[in-house]
């Protein structure tokens, strides 16, 4: 049986599969204890609440990890679309692999000081 985030993915093709593929591997390396489910109709990973989320649309990948991960790493967004939720990465740019990993890695000790 497929999981439902290969299912998503799969309904894409080319470069947005490419990227979802690669961000599902960022986000699942970065934060391994986390649960891959599907809210907001897009891949989402768990962990003591909503971690991050991410989908593909027409001209990029829409990541979406609050307005806490975004207002943190503000200084290093200028160069990408974002606002107080989301970040937008175009498919004509190569993913910032290693910005990924900070949002991701900060998110996830937010969560665990969750209470």
């Known amino acids: 049986m497929v999981d439902?985030?290969?299912?998503?993915?799969?309904?894409?093709?080319?470069?947005?599969?490419?990227?979802?593929?690669?961000m599902r591997e960022i986000v699942s390396q970065s934060a391994p204890e986390a649960i891959e489910k599907i809210s907001y109709k897009m891949p989402t990973y768990y962990l003591n609440g909503n971690l991050v989320h991410f989908a593909a649309f027409k001209n990029h990948i829409g990541f979406y990890p609050s307005s806490d991960g975004i207002e943190k790493f503000e200084d290093q967004l200028q160069d990408f679309k974002h606002s107080k939720g989301a970040i937008q990465f175009s498919y004509n740019e190569q993913l910032p692999v290693d910005l990924i990993k900070e949002i991701v890695l900060y998110r996830v000790s937010q969560n665990k000081n969750k209470k």
């Open 4 to 22: 439902l985030i290969t299912a998503y993915i799969n309904l894409f093709e080319g470069i947005p599969k490419q990227r979802l593929l690669q």
